[in-house]
């Protein structure tokens, strides 16, 4: 190890499969980021719209309200701002929308093999999106299934009251290291291939220092900052990977190409790791990043 081990980079996802924000500090929570994967986009039957599917979900840019709030506003090439206000149960579910509210009629999105609730942000918002991905489709913020599991995510058609959550991947946090992608990016030049960013795997943290590329698989516990995560699983990696973040398009075959040659396993080919929490802590970039003992 040439040096100190540190966080590199913060960023969550308001919109699962939208642009990531970068943040220089945060606190994270058992929820992972405050806000990440807060709203999604399915269509009408509730089918979550995913970057594989759709890439040009990549060119929505989210900006959260400040401060928490849950409002929102998207912006797109070639289209107008869309602001969608504080989204609340509609009117006659569990009381009246409050003032300047969207009143949000339940609706489940479908994963595989899950289901959530969610709040629709209406019908402005709906052609929005519509417009933009060119195809039929419902902004919807997302609501924890179960509201007494305590983890924001369950089972069942979850449109009854319950705290708004995130759509997790698996865990609460995703980790990549800088030397994963360096040794990636190694095995592309050695084809004669360009190097990728780091935003085609989308982490919530980025680490540097590590000498090992791959060393994220190999941490049962990371402390950073004041938070402490642990190890869940490796992530297995989709066609996502293979969507040009900047223009919105698929790219070609890489990195799956190149990463299916050494870093295929059981589960699928790997890339990254998801960590849960367990003990909740702000962490800024430039934080050291500790691997003790579990």
């Known amino acids: 190890m040439n040096g100190q081990v540190s966080v590199e980079r913060l960023t969550y996802y308001p919109v699962k499969g ?77 009381g009246p ?68 959550a995130r759509v997790a991947n698996h865990s609460r946090v995703h ?22 960013p780091m935003n085609r795997f989308r982490p919530n943290v980025v680490i540097d220092g590590w000498d090992a590329p791959h060393t994220e698989d190999e941490s049962p516990v990371l402390e950073l900052g004041g938070a402490r995560l642990e190890f869940t699983e490796r992530t297995v990696r989709c066609a996502i990977t293979m969507v040009d973040q900047e223009r919105g398009v698929r790219s070609g075959p890489e990195p799956l190409r190149t990463l299916a040659r050494y870093r295929r ?8 790791a998801y960590f849960d929490v367990r003990r909740e802590g702000r962490v800024a970039v430039g934080d050291r990043v500790e691997r003790p003992a579990p």
Do not use: C, M
Request: aromatic fraction near 2%; proline fraction near 9%.
């Open 18 to 94: 939208g642009a990531g924000i970068p943040v220089p500090e945060t606190r994270i929570t058992v929820h992972g980021l405050p806000g990440d994967r807060a709203w999604v986009i399915t269509d009408p039957s509730g089918r979550l719209r995913w970057q594989g599917g759709d890439p040009r979900l990549a060119l929505l840019t989210p900006e959260p309200d400040p401060g928490g709030g849950t409002g929102l506003t998207l912006r797109a090439p070639d289209a107008p701002e869309l602001r969608v206000e504080h989204v609340e149960e509609a009117a006659g579910a569990a």
């Open 97 to 164: 929308a409050g003032p300047g509210a969207t009143g949000g009629v339940g609706r489940p999105v479908e994963l595989p093999g899950q289901t959530y609730g969610g709040l629709d942000a209406g019908e402005e918002a709906a052609a929005w999106v519509t417009k933009v991905l060119g195809a039929p489709s419902r902004l919807v913020r997302v609501r924890a299934a179960d509201a007494g599991s305590g983890t924001g995510e369950g089972s069942g058609t979850g449109t009854g009251a319950g705290p708004v």
């Open 175 to 196: 980790v990549v290291s800088r030397a994963s992608l360096a040794l990636l990016n190694a095995r592309l030049a050695e084809q004669g291939l360009p190097a990728l």
């Open 265 to 272: 396993a059981a589960e699928g080919i790997v890339f990254g």
